[in-house]
C-alpha cells in the first residue's frame, strides 16, 4: 500500500509539470496555490509598469494540499532549480532546461519548511524546517538517473536551541549558514557549513524575521520581518544594522538581489493577491513608482536565476 502512494506521487510529479525551460535573469516564484511562476526579462523591469507572467508549474493535484507554499533555491552553474511542497513533505530537484527531468530529492520534511539555500561550490541543499524545528543539509546529486530520494544520507545541521526556523542564506565562499528564528526569542544566527560555531547575530527590535539573501559582492545580509513591515540589512557580522525599506502594514515575504536592486515579495494571511516589488539598494527608494507583478494569490519564496548571483570558486570543496 506504501509503495502505491509513493508511485502515485511519483505519476503526479510527472502529469502536473509542463515542458519548458527557465531563462537566465528571471524571477521564480511560488504562490499559495501550489504554483510555480516564471517572470522573465529582468533587466527590462524598470521599464514597465506590471510584468506579464506565465505559469510553469502545477505541482499538487490535492487542492487542500499545502497551504504554506512553496520554498524555492536556485543552483545556476549546474543549472538546477530546487523546491519544497508542503502538500506532499518533499523536496524536488528539477533541471533549468528540461523542467520533465525532476527528481525528489528528499522524502519526509514536515509541512512547513521555510526557504531552501544552495551550496553551489559544494553541491550541497540546506532546508530549515519550522514544524521538526531543524536545520537539514542534503547532498545534490550529479547524475539526476541514479537517485534514491529514500536516502537517508542527509546531515542534521542544527537541532539544538532553535525554535521556528523561516529562513536560511548560504555563503560557500566563506563557509557561513546564516538562518532566521520566528520564535520565542526572534534572532537571526550565523555558523558553519556543518553547524558549528555559532554566533547571534541580531535579536533586538526583531519580530518575525522570515527570509534572507546575500549581497556577495559588498558581503551584506538582507531580511524581511512582515512583523515590523520593514526590510533590514547588517553586515555578515551583525554590525552595521538598518532598515533599508519601513512600511508599517507591509507584509514583506520572500527577497532576493538583481544587480543594484532588491526584490521583494509582499504575502498577508489574509491577503487575496500577491505582489512583487523593487528597491534600490542604497537607499530604500523604491525603483518604480508602481508594483510590478500582481498576481491573484498571495506571493511567497522568490528566487533570481542570474548566474552573476552565484560566482563558482572551487578552491573550497565540502560534500556531505
Same mark, same amino acid.
Request: proline fraction near 4%; avoid cysteine; charged fraction near 30%.
Given at each position: 500500500m506504501w509503495e502505491r502512494g509513493l508511485l502515485f506521487l511519483l505519476l503526479v510529479y510527472s502529469t502536473s509539470v509542463y515542458s519548458? #525551460?527557465?531563462?537566465? /535573469? #528571471? %524571477?521564480?516564484? #511560488?504562490t499559495h496555490k501550489n504554483q510555480l511562476l516564471v517572470f522573465s526579462g529582468l533587466e527590462d523591469w524598470r521599464q514597465h509598469d506590471v510584468i506579464n507572467y506565465s505559469k510553469l508549474f502545477l505541482l499538487s493535484l490535492n487542492p487542500v494540499s499545502? $497551504? /504554506?507554499g512553496i520554498s524555492i533555491s536556485l543552483r545556476e552553474n549546474r543549472e538546477i532549480v530546487i523546491f519544497s &511542497?508542503?502538500?506532499f513533505n518533499t523536496i524536488t530537484a528539477i533541471n533549468v532546461t528540461n523542467v520533465q527531468n525532476a527528481i525528489l530529492l528528499h522524502i519526509g520534511t514536515s509541512s512547513g519548511v521555510g526557504q531552501l539555500g544552495v551550496d553551489w561550490v559544494s553541491g550541497n541543499c540546506y532546508w530549515v524546517d519550522t514544524v521538526y524545528g531543524w536545520i537539514v543539509m542534503q547532498a545534490i546529486p550529479k547524475d539526476f538517473s541514479k537517485v534514491n530520494s529514500l536516502n537517508p544520507n542527509f546531515k542534521m545541521v542544527v537541532d539544538t536551541y532553535i525554535d521556528i526556523p523561516t529562513g536560511i542564506a548560504v555563503y560557500p565562499e566563506l563557509g557561513y549558514l546564516f538562518w532566521t528564528d520566528t520564535g520565542k526569542i526572534p534572532k537571526i544566527e550565523r555558523s558553519s557549513l556543518t553547524g558549528e &560555531? /555559532?554566533? %547571534? %547575530? $541580531?535579536w533586538q527590535g526583531v519580530i518575525r524575521p522570515t527570509s534572507l539573501c546575500i549581497d556577495y559582492f559588498v558581503k551584506r545580509l538582507y531580511w524581511t520581518d512582515p512583523g515590523r513591515g520593514t526590510v533590514e540589512y547588517s553586515d555578515l557580522h551583525g554590525n552595521g544594522r538598518n532598515i533599508l525599506v519601513s512600511s508599517p502594514g507591509s507584509s514583506f515575504y520572500g527577497i532576493d538581489i538583481f544587480e543594484d536592486v532588491l526584490v521583494v515579495s509582499e504575502w498577508s494571511s489574509g491577503a487575496v493577491n500577491g505582489s512583487v516589488k523593487l528597491f534600490i539598494k542604497a537607499d530604500g527608494k523604491q525603483a $518604480?513608482?508602481? $508594483?510590478i507583478i500582481r498576481y491573484g494569490t498571495p506571493a511567497f519564496s522568490i528566487s533570481v536565476f542570474d548566474a552573476k548571483r552565484q560566482p563558482l570558486d572551487l578552491s573550497r570543496e565540502f560534500h556531505l
Open positions: 519548458a #525551460s527557465i531563462p537566465y /535573469r #528571471s %524571477l521564480v516564484m #511560488s499545502n $497551504t /504554506r &511542497d508542503a502538500g &560555531d /555559532r554566533k %547571534l %547575530l $541580531t $518604480t513608482d508602481k $508594483t
